[in-house]
């Protein structure tokens, strides 16, 4: 099973369950209570997986490791395109 069918089956799981609770669709005859708090639970749940999203790309941008080698690399690169630029005519 692909992680995407993975997703879509639990994802599927997650709303038949809130549309049973929130809709009564058995007829469990659940208290009200539990209506009114799964209603806008998809509203949570999304804000919740925006929250987390936002706080993971933070931490994975203020932990990312530089590369001196590689900049060192590049920096070389471009003093060479540089100086085959100023070779063939052209004023920086």
């Known amino acids: 099973m692909t992680k995407l069918l993975e997703w879509l089956f639990g994802v599927s799981v997650v709303v038949a369950v809130w549309a049973l609770v929130s809709f009564d669709l058995l007829d ?17 749940l999304l804000v919740s997986f925006g929250c987390y999203s936002l706080a993971t790309v933070g931490y994975r ?32």
């Open 61 to 92: 941008v203020a932990t990312f490791n530089d590369c001196d080698e590689a900049a060192k690399e590049l920096q070389g690169q471009i003093k060479e395109a540089r100086e085959d630029l100023r070779k063939r005519g052209l004023k920086m």
């Open 28 to 44: 469990l005859s659940l208290p009200q209570t539990y209506r009114e708090v799964a209603w806008p639970m998809p509203l949570y």
